[in-house]
T-cell receptor, first 114, second 108 residues
Framework: DTGVSQDPRHKITKRGQNVTFRCDPI?????LYWYRQTLGQGPEFLTY????????KSRLLSDRFSAERPKGSFSTLEIQRTEQGDSAMYLC????????????FGEGSRLTVL | AQRVTQPEKLLSVFKGAPVELKCNYS??????LFWYVQYSRQRLQLLLR??SRESIKGFTADLNKGETSFHLKKPFAQEEDSAMYYC??????????FGEGTQLTVNP
């Protein structure tokens, strides 16, 4: 499978713990996006990278959230001091640098904060 | 700021009936509009984009700038069309803003 892959698929943690999610995009895609989706809502934009540069961050991304894409390939999304409100599906997507708007999504990482 | 509204969270039709999933948007410029679909146990994927003016799986969508709408239509729904549908827009071809989604169920 050469699609976008995310790990772990499910994560259960206690409030206050740190969690990290990893995303491996499609290999020739320059752009990588992180979205968050809660029950009954559409995906909400968090941040995106073009190669290793983080070009845009949503104000949804509080100080507890940090994303990196150090070599322009895989990306990590870390949430520090998790809160129950962080429980959601975290989606990663990638695209070519061609402004077509077609994003290729991963299956998501579901976070449950107890 | 851009916003996408899908007024129906749930839509149920019978096989062979026409279906229309509504999408309205607010944006001051000229955005690009898309429909994404998520079938059961599958990833979110692109269904169609307005600039392509294409029909995918029998679905079409027309951008109406006067009404700021981009409704998705199919004349004869099939059971395999049952899925969650998201309307989305981008002002610049970068990040997408999604609506809340409409769950379509096509009954036999």
């Amino acid at each position: 499978d050469t699609g976008v892959s995310q790990d772990p698929r499910h994560k259960i943690t206690k409030r206050g713990q740190n969690v990290t999610f990893r995303c491996d995009p499609i290999s020739e895609h320059n752009r990588l996006y992180w979205y968050r989706q809660t029950l009954g809502q559409g995906p909400e934009f968090l941040t995106y990278f073009q190669n290793e540069a983080q070009l845009e961050k949503s104000r949804l991304l509080s100080d507890r959230f940090s994303a990196e894409r150090p070599k322009g390939s895989f990306s990590t999304l870390e949430i520090q001091r998790t809160e129950q409100g962080d429980s959601a599906m975290y989606l990663c997507a990638s695209s070519k640098n061609s402004n077509t708007g077609e994003l290729f999504f991963g299956e998501g990482s579901r976070l449950t904060v107890l | 700021a851009q916003r996408v509204t899908q007024p129906e969270k749930l839509l149920s039709v019978f096989k062979g009936a026409p279906v229309e999933l509504k999408c309205n948007y607010s944006y001051s410029g000229s955005p690009e509009l898309f429909w994404y679909v998520q079938y059961s146990r599958q990833r979110l994927q692109l269904l169609l984009r307005h600039i392509s003016r294409e029909s995918i799986k029998g679905f079409t969508a027309d951008l109406n700038k006067g009404e700021t709408s981009f409704h998705l239509k199919k004349p004869f729904a099939q059971e395999e069309d049952s899925a969650m549908y998201y309307c989305a827009l981008t002002p610049s071809g970068s990040r997408l803003t999604f609506g809340e989604g409409t769950q379509l169920t096509v009954n036999p």
